[in-house]
């Protein structure tokens, strides 16, 4: 049985039995940043937005007329949120670890939609401005800059494909849009902001007039580039040169899933937390553009690495049926949660359909203390829960008590609020004193949070993740 080591544990300290902690293995862990706190990361953020500010106020911003100071400002607060959403889409493990996964994408969306928006509204200000306050005006005198102007042209493309990134990112448009095709259209984000940069090089006020902010600002395109070529590109590449990660087998499961074991070198090296998840990409001339965020469903015994999934589309479908000895890149591993973020002895786990997957990794290898270890199992049916041997076998093997919460919802089985606080409240009385991890569908997760608000669990002892 994989242990968890004492670093794994340490946000709950002396609280952990010494025989519970005795035996541990020695396998690598990511770091989990826990001095860094998201107030600390928000801090700098704002920081830098102040001094950016205050650089324009240096330059005479305060003296312009309302319509070209207005330009400016949505111009640098545009460029600024553009080049922290890109640095926030890095997936540095600093970030990743603080924040979250399901934290970045937030910001990440906010921070674009005040990127597109203040960008739109610098190009239409700045254009009135120059054709002299007059609206009818304002098309001619954009031709004429794009014909006269170094880097207006630029501009315009850049302001462009930022639109065309928005439109795509519409729910409704997202919904007629598979991954692929939304996330390669999203590429165009970076290209757009080269765009920015070489119109703000050509025309803005910060690089003409003050070599110092000149400084300043390229300073912020390469920290918000550099950990995204870092992390998204050059880490991917270095960790499949390394590990060499291929497919050992395919294993068919309950509902619909499949389990995929993956071997390599030196996987004993492979640092990764029961909880996180990798994306996964096949090495084929067909597949190596799906990247799947998958789940590590065991815990890592330093030989083979094993994800549970669920095929949903045509990518999953694709992957379930390729064959032993395909080579894979991993990108990872991601989320936050994990062990280390735990702050009470006691643990909830609950999961439904899929969700199963990082569930069933912390059944395993999380430090339990007999009596103070539920999990919980929402499916429709027996033959739609995948890994529920397994489970039963942890669970009888690590003194874990298991509710299997079967039925469709409204039935006589389970009744209308199945994973409802009194429902909860009835399965572990003391639910409320524990940490609480749940992973399944969103329904099920945004359910287990509000249950668990209402029998007052502190917010920082529900553990849940929206990657995928």
Known sequence: MSRPSTAAIGSIGATIPARVRAGMHSLPLPRSYAALKPRDIWAVVIAVGL????MWVRHGGLSRDLLTASGEVTALVGTYAALVGILFAARAPWLDQVLGTDGLRSAHRILGFVAVWAIGAHAVLSTIAYAGGSIAGAIPTLISLVLTVPGMLGAVVGLALFGVVAVSSVRAAR???????????????????????????????DFLRDSVATCFWIGLYVVAFGPLLLHRVAWPMWLTLRHRPRIKRIVAEAGGSYSLYVG????????VRPGQFFVVRALTRRDWMHGHPFSI????????????????????????????????????PYGAMHEAKRQTVGVLLICG??????????AQSFAIVPGAADMIYRAQSEPEAPLLDELRAIA????????????????????DDPLGPDEIARLIPDAARRDVYVCGPTSLMDRVRDSMHALGTPPKQIHFELFG
């Open 297 to 332: 469903s065991a815990a890592p015994d330093g030989r083979t690495l094993r994800f549970t999934f669920k095929t949903f589309g045509q990518g999953t479908r694709d992957l379930a049926a390729l064959r032993p000895g395909t080579p894979l890149l991993l990108e990872g």
């Open 175 to 205: 919904r007629r849009l598979s991954y692929e095709s939304w996330h390669g259209i999203h590429l165009y984000v970076y290209l757009a902001v080269a765009f920015a940069f070489q119109h703000q090089l050509t025309i803005g006020a």
């Open 353 to 362: 359909g899929i969700g199963v997957s990082p569930i069933r990794a912390m």
């Open 264 to 271: 390599g070198r030196a996987m004993e090296r492979l640092a």
């Open 51 to 54: 001094i950016i500010e205050m």
């Open 396 to 415: 009888a093997r690590r003194d874990m008590r298991l509710h299997l919460v079967f039925g469709r919802r409204g039935s006589a089985a389970v009744g």
